[in-house]
């Protein structure tokens, strides 16, 4: 059984630029929730993917958007950067509802400059 | 809005004592509690959890303990080891589909 694999693991870009970050789910697992982790901060909820379609989101601009796979596998697009995205970006997936928690991929540290 | 928060944002124990990392929550709506540990570098790692119909919940050298009363949960870390050391973080759920992080305890274990 593999774990929650998220790529790249380190990232720079310019402000103004676009990112995607990619993320494949646990085996067995159909949810996605993707976070964001400003240092020295707990995760910040962005959205989550249930069936390819967003399920719930947090207080994120529109300028982060997101994709599910048919094989739960994910995607996280944040246009127009800004200074403050800088943050380890976390995917976790889960069954259903998050029923027994998620678990987490190490997550992509992004680097805005 | 939700806030989680935590009383103490760092944690030094000696070896072989037991930890205790608190925990407050201002939901009271909020029914499914997990605690995680985060290591450097590493993404959040599933410890424990506990829904809002118990008060106590034990695992391996870990209890969790949640007062509603209160609004307040507990790790409980037995026979603290080097490998305890990390940012342990109390998430809480209010049956819908994110779940709210607090600020983190740094616990660092004292060989």
């Known amino acids: 059984e593999t774990g929650v694999t998220q790529s790249p693991t380190h990232l720079i870009k310019t402000r103004g630029q676009q990112v995607t970050l990619r993320c494949s789910s646990q085996?067995?697992?159909?949810?996605v929730s993707w976070y964001q982790q400003a240092l020295g901060q707990g995760p910040q909820f962005i959205f989550q993917?249930?069936?390819?379609?967003?399920?719930g989101r947090g207080n994120f601009p529109p300028r982060f958007s997101g994709l599910q796979f048919p094989n739960y596998s994910s995607e996280l697009n944040v246009n127009a950067l800004e200074l403050d995205d800088s943050a380890l970006y976390l995917c976790?997936?889960?069954?259903?509802?998050?029923?027994?928690?998620?678990?987490f991929g190490s997550g992509t540290r992004l680097t805005v400059v | 809005g939700e806030s989680v928060g935590l009383h103490l944002p760092t944690l030094s124990v000696q070896e072989g004592d037991n930890s205790i990392i608190n925990c407050a929550y201002s939901n009271s709506a909020s029914d499914y509690f997990i605690w995680y540990k985060q290591e450097s570098g590493k993404g959040p790692q599933f410890i424990i959890d506990?829904?809002?119909?118990?008060d106590k919940r034990q695992g391996q050298r870990v209890t969790v303990l949640l007062n509603k009363t209160v609004k307040h949960l507990s790790l409980q870390i037995a026979a603290t080891q080097p490998g305890d050391s990390a940012v342990y973080f109390c998430?809480?759920?209010?049956?819908?589909?994110?779940?709210?992080f607090g600020t983190g305890t740094s616990l660092t274990v004292i060989p």
């Open positions: 976790a997936s889960s069954l259903e509802g998050g029923s027994g928690g998620y678990t």
């Open positions: 998430a809480e759920n209010n049956n819908g589909n994110q779940f709210y």
């Open positions: 085996s067995g697992h159909n949810t």
């Open positions: 993917y249930y069936r390819e379609e967003e399920n």
């Open positions: 506990i829904r809002s119909n118990m």
